[in-house]
């Protein structure tokens, strides 16, 4: 049984372009929605999270937009970088002090 | 260091061979994670110690696997009689406590079991 679900498995961007990763969770019990970025051979690094109270939340060129009645939530990253070529996991949580439940994870290529 | 380490970070072992994988949160932080990230199988919970509670195990594949923390600080994750499908990525996170989300992953120790 996979909680959380991760769509696409792997995405290729132009430099410049947007990148568009989505999740969808069956738990309407999860009230917490980070991104992990990890690069090969490191760990995950937390990029950005949201909780259902809001529908939108943007850091820089990150944005998450959640859907609370669709169950699903997603990262868009605009002006996709080379640098941003990675793997990007979601993930939800039911409350503080509780495990992550991941995604199966997306690799993001930005091709210059 | 400011962030969570973890020791070694490679770990070449035979089967049957027990192993310890070491982990040092961020100073400060009360909550500790192991997870485990293995090709297909993606990040999966292992266990969860917060504080001096009783530790959160219900994510322990086998009774192979155990985890210690000591002095609320340092953690081991024991794995005995490894078995080849023990090979993967094992990652130690840290969060502030109870009432923080927010948790925080070391570079991992890859385990290779021969």
């Known amino acids: 049984q996979q909680q959380v679900k991760q769509s696409p498995q792997s995405l290729i961007v132009q430099k410049g372009g947007i990148s568009i990763i989505n999740c969808a969770y069956e738990n309407t019990a999860f009230d917490y929605f980070p991104w992990y970025q990890q690069f090969p051979g490191k760990g995950p690094a937390l990029l950005i999270a949201i909780r259902p109270d809001v529908s939108e939340k943007k850091e820089g060129r990150f944005t998450i937009s959640f859907n609370k009645s669709a169950k699903q939530f997603s990262l868009h990253i605009m002006d996709s970088q080379p640098g941003d070529s990675a793997t990007y996991f979601c993930?939800?949580?039911?409350?503080?002090?509780?495990?992550?439940?991941f995604g199966k994870g997306t690799t993001l290529s930005v091709s210059s | 260091g400011a962030g969570v380490s973890q020791s070694p970070s490679n770990k070449v072992t035979e089967k049957g061979k027990d192993v310890e994988l070491r982990c040092d949160p961020i100073s400060g932080h009360t909550a500790l994670y192991w997870y485990r990230q293995s090709l297909g199988q993606g990040l999966e919970f292992l266990i969860y110690?917060?504080?001096?509670?009783?530790?959160?195990k219900s994510g322990l594949p086998s009774d192979r696997f155990s985890a210690e923390r000591t002095g609320g600080s340092v953690s081991t994750l024991t794995i005995q009689r490894t078995q080849q499908e023990d090979s993967a990525v094992y990652l130690c996170a840290s969060s502030l406590g109870i009432t923080y989300n927010e948790q925080f992953f070391g570079p991992g120790t890859r385990l290779t079991v021969l």
């Open positions: 110690f917060q504080g001096n509670s009783a530790p959160d």
């Open positions: 993930a939800a949580s039911k409350k503080a002090g509780t495990a992550l439940i």
